[in-house]
Antibody
Framework: QVQLQESGPGLVKPSETLSLTCTVS????????WSWIRQPPGKELEFIGY???????NYNPSLKSRVTMSVDTSKNQFSLKLSSVNAADTAVYYC?????????????????WGQGTQVTVSS | EIVLTQSPATLSLSPGERATLSCRAS??????LAWYQQQPGQAPRLLLY???KRATGIPARFSGSGSGTDFTLTISSLQPEDFAVYYC?????????FGPGTTVDFK
């Protein structure tokens, strides 16, 4: 059973860049798609985007101008950078695997999740 | 962008009762809909995908139905561990998105 663990600073200053890493264990990062999802306090989950193990990415248009995702297959990790953060970016950030179903590995459903990490944007 | 709404916001029931949760999409998502369960302080867990297919390890008391814009999650007989928040999520168009959730709590 694949396990995911987010890591990174819990506090980021406004206008700076949020950086998180997700470490995958119990399985290989290839040949799957991986994603970042966030949940602001008291609000619904928001899909941020995905990255393929090869490095192909696709981002939610609402965040596209500020998001960068990358992958390091040698470390079985993938990462998220969100620039120019403000208070609205305060949330629990989850990394998750996109559910692979047979030959369809880009189902856009999420079957394995990290425990989530709280990121607060504040000076 | 497709918007999902869920009703009711809160469902107060007792163990053993049947729970019926609704998810409505602002436009058709065909059968491209999933349901997740989230316990306090935990990550969501995939219950159902493609509207009615149970994910690995999900008990048979969880079932889903619907297509187009109207979907239902049914829990046939609530167990104590089923009291949680339930989210629907579509993949009918880009970007995928989640509904606001239904809380199932103890009556």
């Amino acid at each position: 059973q694949v396990q995911l663990q987010e890591s990174g600073p819990g506090l980021v200053k406004p206008s700076e860049t949020l950086s998180l890493t997700c470490t995958v264990s119990g399985g290989s990062i290839a040949p799957y798609y991986w994603s970042w999802i966030r949940q602001p306090p008291g609000k619904e989950l928001e899909f941020i985007g995905y990255i393929f193990y090869s490095g192909t990415t696709n981002y939610n248009p609402s965040l596209k101008s500020r998001v960068t995702m990358s992958v390091d297959t040698s470390k079985n990790q993938f990462s998220l950078k969100l620039s120019s953060v403000n208070a609205a970016d305060t949330a629990v950030y989850y990394c998750a695997r996109i559910f692979p179903r047979g030959n369809d590995i880009l189902t856009y459903y999420f079957d394995s999740w990290g425990q989530g990490t709280q990121v607060t944007v504040s000076s | 962008e497709i918007v999902l709404t869920q009703s009711p916001a809160t469902l107060s029931l007792s163990p053993g009762e049947r729970a019926t949760l609704s998810c409505r999409a602002s436009q058709s998502v065909y059968t491209y809909l999933a349901w997740y369960q989230q316990q306090p302080g935990q990550a969501p867990r995939l219950l159902l995908y493609d509207a009615s297919k149970r994910a690995t390890g999900i008990p048979a008391r969880f079932s889903g139905s619907g297509s187009g814009t109207d979907f239902t999650l049914t829990i046939s007989s609530l167990q104590p561990e089923d009291f949680a928040v339930y989210y629907c999520q579509h993949r009918g168009s880009w970007p995928p998105s989640f509904g606001p959730g239904t809380t199932v709590d103890f009556k």
